[in-house]
């Protein structure tokens, strides 16, 4: 069974300064990553995914991410931090389609807080 | 992309009743996932729920308290049975779009429920 580990929970960041959120993963084979953002009382929104090929990869808002099958790490990154950036990330996991279920496995979280 | 219509957004229930929370889908899809947030935590797989068949549980979730019902391929409900403070949680409805080589989860905006 896949599982995802999010170390730190709780990051602090000025903004304007870089950010680095760290998920590393558990999985047989290569999975399917995927970073969320939710922001408070909202609902979850996909920033980026990863299936195969380019291992960097681009999702919205600024964000990018590393998937490193050597580190089992999928990193996500961004240049500058905006305070909009506020809220809490999560990094998914699910094993690529076998015909069975799709279900996402989600880490515990990354609580952003940027400081002004 | 799929389009997800939870509701209620949120309630405030009695201990000891029930919550039915109905999820629409804007095209029809295979399977729909039940999650839930507690305070402060990340998602947790509920069950899985297909249509025409008995939905699928994990661990720590059984069918007299979260009775799931899939009438249709667009439509789901999921019922809080005989609720207690500690149900208090967001609950979101969610969905896979499959292809070759990749696959996306799209969520519900949630329903925050608060038992009393």
Known sequence: AQSVTQPDIHI???EGASLELRCNYSYGATPYLFWYV????QGLQLLLKYFSGDTLVQ??????AEFKRSQSS????????????????????TAPLTGGGNKLTFGTGTQLKVEL | SAVISQKPSRDICQRGTSLTIQCQVDSQVTMMFWYRQQPGQSLTLIATANQGSEATYESGFVIDKFPISRPNL??????????SPED??????SVVLVWAGGTEAF???GTRLTVV
């Open chain 1, 59 to 64: 999702g919205i808002k600024g964000f990018e």
């Open chain 1, 12 to 14: 602090t960041v000025s």
């Open chain 1, 74 to 93: 999928f990193n996500l990154r961004k240049p500058s931090v905006h305070w909009s950036d506020a809220a809490e990330y999560f990094c998914a996991v």
């Open chain 2, 74 to 83: 667009t439509f789901s409900t999921l019922t809080v049975s005989n609720m």
């Open chain 2, 107 to 109: 969520f519900g905006q």
């Open chain 1, 38 to 41: 939710q922001s408070p009382g």
């Open chain 2, 88 to 93: 208090s949680s967001i609950y979101l409805c």
